[in-house]
């Protein structure tokens, strides 16, 4: 087993009392596999990742990675934010080598490194340009191509593409299979976009808001993997099965509140 | 869908008229910009000339532009003018250099660790409340009357605002930015080096452009009460003597003085901080 979760909970103490966000999580990943974790807004979905992350410490059960439990934040694991974290000081060029910097790469090496992930990613042109002067979609590839360039073992994803229009995102959910296809890294990405969870993901975990728990597992088998295959029928299957399961989920959820 | 109540009915329509002078956060025309400069600049000049011109004014009172610049010309000629506009700016460069040389790391390090700041924050907001002029006495009283209670004066007043407030520029770092150094390999200290520190470089250079020119009135303050030399001893001095021009010139050089400094610091601002220069 590769990452492994188990009996994950998360609490939260706060000013209303005890908040339990997560109850339960228990997961596998293989190496090489693109899995995603699909939920609504609040589900806790950030808050699990960032307990993979190692940025805060599950209440109870445990994370591991190759059979080590994860203790603390490494770059053993990519992560790219929900939000924009490039370094708004530093050229797209000095943001990619700069997990490389800190781990202490010889300069010529990780300009190497760099300059090849930022042609991975599509961006060589902008090597030079501030955070500033990009695009939305271009500033989350950069944010991937820094978190490739250390070549983790895992790349973990917050809904990267969550701020992007849909033809901006059609087309980097493309580049994300063709990267994935290309590099063979194991990908867990975080998303409340069903379409994209199913077109992007060989597993789906659903989960159910408040706390949030696996309400179920799916494996996604697509006979291909490009935009044609959205129209098929098996794809609307996948996507109307979910849906659904939101959709019930969603108004459990609310009628709990009311 | 009923609300309670038929707001449409109970709220007045409104428009939101076009103008040029009263934009909002916007920008002007730069024609009417420097038409605005100008009359700023020129008004009170024109209104100081009219008043002393045609207004039977005691030159004792209010000195005429004229007057000013012949006394300007007189000490400038003498040397005096030089020799006191040195001996300030030397108490300032040095009272000021000392101040944000500790004051800023010690301001970072109370930004990044809670625990400085527990340890620090109450003590510096407390001296920060206690006006730098009212320590003059007791400066006087320990350290004499040379330089130094001068420049310890400066090193207070300056110390304890720019501290908190470059403590302040540290706690917008977003905390993402730290959390993502940390996953790409970084530890504590390459964070606070390589990621704290670049991104509050802005905020401490306006930091230090703002208590600069506390620093300058503060050593104006001190040369008025005890000095032989500087800008606030000549107009002191010009004060006992009535010599109202000379107080004038010496208003005009600590003014120009100041500005000069302010601008200079937000041109280092704009030329190391290109990335910044939008957020403000
Ligand atoms: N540090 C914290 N302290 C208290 N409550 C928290 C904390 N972090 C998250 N929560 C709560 O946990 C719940 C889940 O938050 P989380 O950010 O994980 O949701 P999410 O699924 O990522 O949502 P979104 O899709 O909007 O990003 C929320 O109800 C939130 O209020
Ligand atoms: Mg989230």
Redesign the pocket.
């Given at each position: 087993m590769f990452l492994q979760i188990k009996d994950l909970h998360k609490n939260?103490w706060?000013r209303q009392g005890e908040?339990v966000?997560l109850k339960n999580i228990t997961m596998d990943i293989h190496q090489g596999e693109f899995v995603c974790a699909l939920?609504?807004?609040?589900?806790?979905?950030?808050?699990?990742l960032r307990q993979i992350a190692g940025l805060d410490q599950p209440t109870s059960g445990e994370v591991r990675i190759e059979g080590r439990r994860i203790v603390g934040p490494g770059p053993d694991r990519g992560m790219v934010f929900?939000h924009y974290t490039l370094y708004p000081w530093m050229n797209v060029q000095a943001n990619t080598e700069f997990g490389l910097k800190l781990q202490g790469v010889p300069r010529q090496v990780r300009r190497e490194q760099a300059s090849y992930y930022l042609s991975v990613v599509g961006l060589t042109q902008f090597a030079r340009a501030l955070p500033r002067e990009l695009s939305g979609g271009m500033k989350q590839r950069v944010a991937i191509a820094r978190a490739l360039a250390s070549e983790p073992k895992i790349l973990l994803m917050?809904?990267p593409f969550g701020a992007l229009d849909v033809h901006t995102k059609e087309a980097m959910h493309e580049f994300m299979l063709d990267l994935w296809q290309r590099t063979k890294i194991t990908v867990f990405m975080?998303t409340?976009d069903v379409e994209e969870a199913v077109f992007l993901s060989g597993r789906i975990y659903a989960l159910g808001s408040?706390p949030?728990t696996i309400r179920k597992e799916m494996v996604i088998n697509l006979p291909h993997r490009d935009h044609t295959v959205k129209r098929q029928a098996i794809f609307h299957d996948y996507r109307d099965e979910l849906m659904d399961l939101m959709r019930k989920h969603g108004q459990e959820a609310l009628a709990a509140v009311a | 869908m009923n609300s309670p109540h038929p707001i449409q009915s109970l709220v007045k329509p409104r428009v939101i008229k076009p103008t040029v002078f009263w934009r909002l956060a916007e920008d002007i025309p730069s024609t009417l910009s420097s038409t605005l400069i100008l009359v700023s600049v020129l008004f009170p000049l024109v209104t100081w000339w009219a008043i002393t011109t045609f207004g039977q004014v005691d030159p004792k009172f209010l000195p005429s532009p004229q007057q000013v610049i012949e006394a300007g010309v007189r000490l400038g000629r003498s040397g005096d003018l030089l020799r006191d506009t040195v001996a300030s700016l030397w108490r300032v460069g040095v009272g000021f250099a000392w101040a944000a040389l500790i004051s800023i790391p010690i301001g970072v390090l109370m930004g990044s660790f809670a625990s400085i700041r527990a340890l620090l924050e109450p003590l510096f907001g407390l001296m920060r409340y206690m006006p730098a002029p009212a320590f003059i006495p007791l400066l006087i009283l320990y350290l004499g009357i040379g330089e130094e209670p001068k420049i310890t004066l400066i090193f207070i007043g300056v110390f304890f605002f720019n501290s908190l407030m470059v403590m302040d520029t540290v706690k917008f770092v977003p905390k993402e930015l730290i959390e993502a150094t940390y996953m790409l390999g970084g530890t504590r200290w390459d964070t606070l080096g390589q990621v704290i520190l670049p991104h509050v470089v802005p905020g401490i250079i306006d930091a230090c452009r703002i208590n600069l020119a506390a620093a300058w009135q503060l050593v104006i303050v001190a040369e008025l009460i005890a000095a032989t030399d500087g800008l606030g001893r000549r107009i002191s001095v010009a004060g006992r003597f009535l010599r109202t021009d000379e107080i004038f010139v010496c208003l005009i050089v600590i003014g120009m003085i100041g500005l000069l400094m302010d601008l200079g610091f937000q041109a280092l601002l704009r030329s190391t901080c290109r990335w910044a220069s939008q957020r403000r």
């Open positions: 939260f706060t908040l966000v939920g609504a807004s609040g589900s806790g979905k950030s808050t699990l929900q917050d809904e975080i409340h408040r949030g | -």
